[in-house]
């Protein structure tokens, strides 16, 4: 019997031994969850590569000999020590999009990295430091998460210089001192959480003309951190600060619509912090105020002609 492959017949990628890729979905392989200790030798054609909750500890350049086709590689909750990453593995993956390596030993970030990269991830390691050659050259690269690690903001700095297409920037749970310098004015959504902030440099969200997320929940703001007016941006629609220690309510943008302010030590409500700016009446759809020393007595009359749409939370 002789089985028969016309010549017209698409090219299927071989799969490595200890990993599946599906019939229908053949540029694909799923390595994930099998006890791996080893990244085992990827074939060219593979696109998408799964190697998440396995026990891989290094990463070596020659299973990705042929492998210039990969476009994802995914490699959470393993146990990689940057040590064991040989040096310019990843620069021969050009046309890498997406490298995700939560959940690992990295104490720093071996480059070069692929200039294809758009999305990186490497939450919950335990980097304490990015130099800014790092990043360099990552044109493309729009979400980076960096959460959860132990930078700091003297180690990042200069880091995202030249990230010309950042949106996305989680920075949270780590221990920075203030927000990062440098990063490119395409930035959408900059999350800070659970850092060390007590203040923010007067003019500093002048530089972020688009940005619409900025949390800075869990840091240790006080109102001699917050410059008048720091936060008089018309592009932002949500603004985190709850958790921390001012004593007064920021002035806001009339724009913004959703703003936290839960458990700080806020004791007076003055209504221009919201209708100051301009004098039109405020689009603030939330505004949580909650553990403050804040109570309905509190609140001005003039409530109704500048918070018009405002749903207000109080309750301790
Ligand atoms: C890469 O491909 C070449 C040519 O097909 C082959 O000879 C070589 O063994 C491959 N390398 C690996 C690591 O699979
Ligand atoms: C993490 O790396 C350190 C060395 O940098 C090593 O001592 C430790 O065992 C590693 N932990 C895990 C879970 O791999
Ligand atoms: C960046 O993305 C554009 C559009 O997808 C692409 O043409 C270009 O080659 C990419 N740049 C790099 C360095 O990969
Ligand atoms: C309310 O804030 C404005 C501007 O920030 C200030 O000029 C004014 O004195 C404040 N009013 C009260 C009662 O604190
Ligand atoms: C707020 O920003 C606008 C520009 O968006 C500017 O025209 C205005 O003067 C600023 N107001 C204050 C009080 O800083």
Same mark, same amino acid.
């Given at each position: 019997q002789v089985l028969y492959i016309p010549s017209t017949y698409p090219v299927i990628p071989r799969c490595a031994l200890e990993c599946d890729c599906p019939f229908h979905f053949p540029t694909a392989m799923y390595c994930n969850?099998?006890?791996?200790h080893f990244i085992p030798v990827v074939p060219s054609g593979i696109k998408y590569l799964y190697l998440q909750n396995n026990m891989i500890q290094d990463i070596k350049a020659s299973v990705f000999?042929?492998?210039?086709?990969?476009?994802w590689l995914i490699l959470d909750r393993n146990h990689i020590s940057s040590e064991n990453i040989e040096k310019g593995?990843?620069?021969?993956?050009?046309?890498?999009?997406k490298l995700f390596i939560n959940y690992n030993n990295l104490t720093e970030l071996m480059g070069p990295l692929p200039m294809s990269l758009n999305e990186m991830s490497l939450i919950g390691?335990?980097?304490s430091k990015l130099p800014s050659e790092t990043l360099v050259g990552l044109e493309n690269l729009t979400a980076l998460y960096l959460e959860g690690n132990e930078l700091t903001s003297q180690t990042i700095s200069g880091a995202f210089n030249g990230l010309k297409s950042l949106v996305y920037l989680d920075i949270s749970n780590n221990n920075l001192k203030e927000l990062p310098l440098g990063i490119s004015n395409s930035l959408e959504v900059l999350y800070a959480d659970q850092? =060390?902030?007590?203040s923010i440099s007067s003019g500093y969200l002048q530089n972020l003309p688009v940005l619409q997320y900025l949390r800075i929940s869990h840091n240790q703001l006080t109102d001699a951190g917050v410059p008048a007016g720091v936060f008089n941006l018309s592009s932002l629609l949500e603004l985190d600060l709850s958790f921390n220690n001012l004593q007064s309510i920021p002035e806001v943008n009339e724009n913004l619509e959703n703003l936290y302010l839960q458990v700080n030590n806020i004791n007076k409500f003055n209504i221009s912090s919201f209708c100051g700016f301009s004098g039109a009446s405020s689009r603030l759809t939330h505004l949580r105020l909650d553990?403050?020393? =804040?109570?309905?007595?509190?609140?001005?009359?003039?409530i109704p002609m500048c918070l018009r749409r405002v749903t207000m939370f109080l309750i301790d």
């Open positions: 969850e099998r006890n791996l000999e042929n492998a210039t086709d990969l476009l593995v990843f620069e021969k993956l050009v046309h890498l999009e390691n335990r980097l850092n =060390i902030i007590s553990g403050n020393h =804040i109570t309905r007595r509190d609140l001005p009359l003039e």
